[in-house]
């Protein structure tokens, strides 16, 4: 009767031990998997964001290859202003896709060729004075982009005909401009080609949850854009949190000022929280927190939950600095300052919360002094 017995428990944990794992056809053993489908996810940011994303950026910046060459071919006030539109347009288009710095984007270090500012002024009149420079050294990443175009097209000179005559006279400018705009397209050129060849896959397929991985590395660029390029670069260095002293000329697109160094900033903050939050019904960030329970470290609640409403309680504070950010600085620096703040309530939130729940290793450091 013993014998009986224990053959029969024998026989259920055998039973119990080969539902419990898988064989693969080597013989490894594979332990089942649950939780969201990554690949899904990396399927949506690829399909629904970056690729459509880049594709408008890509027809801003065809537009604006097209209007520097007719301004550089003809200077006159018309054309002046048509490359000046053009380039507002594809400089807040770039908003939209300038956290994607991973994969081909970070390969090419896109972000130091478009926007790293402000503009070195006296580096670029240096340039257009010896007629040497390589947009591929460290010293020139200033001197390159949307910020240099912001000095080459609006601080050049002191006013619109000033600059007409600045570029109808001297072939180094028209030289300048254009070899500023040929780095950008053929910068560009090369992460859009790969994004649209092999690399789509490539992303896809990689759906791990290592420091090599797509998730990984996609995280790691989202956290790293909202800490370091949004909440530091747009609004805490220029209101001088990390110095103590306001400095008003570190603004994005300074030499152009009015409303478009904000709306930049907002554009950028409505972009990491369209993100954050995808579309309705497909896979996201935020759909992916939920399905796993990712909750608040200090209070449980919610992780979504509270990145969302401090995105809401971030966005309205940052629009009431407007009209025009080079002022507001200047007249009531607290108000910027008050901005900064609440976006680095979120910073715990995204960079410590949000990795924890995705099993995502944080892989840079940020050093502002915050």
Not at 98 to 116: D, K, T
Request: net charge neutral; with cysteine; aromatic share 10%.
């Amino acid at each position: 009767m013993k014998k009986s017995l224990l053959s029969v428990l024998t026989l259920l944990l055998l039973t119990l031990g080969i539902f419990s794992c898988e064989k693969n056809p080597g013989g490894e053993t594979v332990e089942p998997t649950t939780g969201p489908d990554r690949k899904a996810l990396l399927t949506q940011w690829a399909d629904s964001l970056i690729k459509p994303g880049y594709q408008r950026f890509n027809g801003k910046l065809t537009t604006l290859k097209s209007k520097t060459a007719a301004f550089t071919t003809t200077p006159t006030t018309a054309t002046l202003a048509e490359v000046r539109q053009a380039w507002q347009a594809a400089y807040v288009e770039w908003q939209k896709v300038e956290l994607y710095e991973f994969g081909p984007a970070e390969a090419v270090s896109l972000r130091n060729h478009f926007n790293i500012y402000p503009a070195d002024a006296a580096g670029i009149n240096r340039n257009i004075s010896s007629g040497s420079y390589n947009f591929e050294l460290s010293t020139a990443i200033p001197q390159q982009g949307f910020p240099a175009l912001d000095y080459l097209l609006n601080g050049i000179a002191t006013g619109d005909d000033a600059i007409v005559q600045q570029y109808a006279s001297s072939a180094a400018h028209r030289r300048y401009l254009t070899d500023v705009m040929a780095k950008m397209d053929q910068t560009f050129g090369t992460v859009y080609t790969q994004w649209n060849g092999s690399y789509r896959d490539t992303f896809i397929n990689n759906s791990g949850t290592d420091a090599s991985s797509s998730l990984s590395r996609v995280i790691n660029a989202y956290s790293l854009y909202y800490e370091r390029y949004l909440r530091a670069g747009k609004i805490g260095i220029p209101a001088g949190v990390m110095t103590g002293t306001p400095l008003p000329t570190r603004i994005e697109a300074y030499y152009h000022r009015g409303s478009l160094p904000l709306l930049l900033a907002t554009t950028a903050h409505a972009t990491v929280q369209g993100f954050f939050n995808g579309r309705p019904g497909q896979p996201s960030l935020k759909s992916y927190l939920d399905a796993v329970g990712a909750k608040d470290s200090r209070s449980g609640e919610s992780l979504t939950s509270l990145i969302n409403t401090q995105f809401g309680v971030s966005a309205q504070q940052l629009s009431s600095l407007g009209p025009d950010l080079f002022a507001t600085i200047t007249s009531r620096n607290a108000d910027a300052v008050a901005s900064y703040n609440e976006m680095q309530k979120a910073v715990r939130l995204i960079k410590v919360d949000m990795t924890s729940a995705l099993s995502v290793t944080v892989t840079y450091v940020d050093n502002d002094g915050d």
